[in-house]
C-alpha cells in the first residue's frame, strides 16, 4: 500500500507519528523523497518503536507499507503536513541523527537492533578493550663498565583487538613517570615498572604490566 503526500511548491512534509505497532521483521514502513517509490527511501521502520518526526527534501513524500499479511498488529498513526521549505528538524541532545535529519533516541544506538536505515546506528558499537600481551620480565646486569643495561626485549608487545587490526605502531609502553620506553633503550640500577598500552578505533584501551631490574656487574 503506497500513499504520495504533496506539498505545493516551496513547502515540505512533515510526518509525525502517534502511534506504531506493527509486527518486527515482516511488516515495514518505508518513507522517501519524491514520488517515485523506487528512489529516494530515507526511511524504514518496524516493530513497536515509536517513530521519529520525519521531513522530506522537496515537495513529496511518499509513503508505503508492506506486510506479510499474517500476524497483524495495530498499526500506525500519523499526521502529514505541509511546512515552509525553511523548516528543519534538529536532533536534540539525547539523540543521534541516522541521516536526512532522522534523530533517534541514544539508547536505540548500539541495542543490537538495527533502526537506522543505513544501519549506521550499529556500527562503531565496540566496547570490548584490545588484549596487550607484554615482554617478559626482565632481570640483567649493568652493561660492561656502566651504570645501566642495554634491554632488548623478549616477546616484543603485541596487541589484540575484537574488531580492529593493532601493530606495533598501537602500542606504546610508558614508565611510571610516563617516560617511553622502548626495546633496544637502556634501563638504570632498580627495577622499572613498565606498562605497555594499545588504544582500538572505538578508544578502547587495553594494557599489560611488565618490569625490568637491573643489578650492578662487577668484572671479574
Ligand atoms: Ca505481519
Ligand atoms: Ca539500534
Ligand atoms: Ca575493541
Redesign the pocket.
Known amino acids: 500500500m503506497t500513499w504520495i503526500i504533496q506539498c505545493v511548491d516551496g513547502q515540505i512534509v512533515r510526518l509525525t507519528f502517534s502511534s506504531f505497532e506493527t509486527e518486527r521483521d515482516q511488516d515495514y514502513l518505508l518513507a522517501g523523497d519524491g514520488n517515485d517509490i523506487t528512489t529516494g527511501q530515507f526511511f524504514v521502520w518496524h516493530g513497536s518503536k515509536s517513530p521519529p518526526n520525519l521531513i522530506s527534501s522537496g515537495s513529496e513524500m511518499w509513503i508505503r507499507f508492506t506486510s506479510d499479511f499474517e500476524e497483524t498488529s495495530s498499526g500506525f498513526l500519523l499526521l502529514a503536513i505541509c511546512l515552509p521549505s525553511t523548516e528543519i528538524l534538529t536532533c536534540g541532545e539525547n539523540e543521534f541523527n541516522c541521516g536526512h535529519s532522522v534523530c533517534?533516541v541514544d539508547m536505540?544506538?548500539?541495542?543490537?537492533?538495527?533502526?537506522?536505515l543505513d544501519g549506521s546506528?550499529?556500527e562503531n558499537c565496540d566496547s570490548e578493550a584490545p588484549t596487550v600481551t607484554c615482554p617478559n620480565t626482565v632481570m640483567i646486569g649493568t652493561d660492561t663498565g656502566r651504570s645501566f643495561a642495554t634491554v632488548t626485549w623478549t616477546p616484543i608487545p603485541t596487541a589484540t583487538d575484537n574488531t580492529d587490526i593493532l601493530t606495533s605502531s598501537d602500542i606504546s609502553c610508558l614508565d611510571s613517570r610516563g617516560n617511553v620506553v622502548v626495546s633496544g633503550g637502556t634501563n638504570e640500577l632498580g627495577t622499572t615498572t613498565v606498562t605497555c598500552h594499545a588504544t582500538d578505533a572505538a578508544t578502547n584501551t587495553g594494557s599489560c604490566e611488565f618490569s625490568i631490574t637491573v643489578v650492578g656487574k662487577f668484572d671479574i
Open positions: 533517534l536505540w544506538q548500539c541495542d543490537g537492533l538495527t533502526d537506522c546506528d550499529e
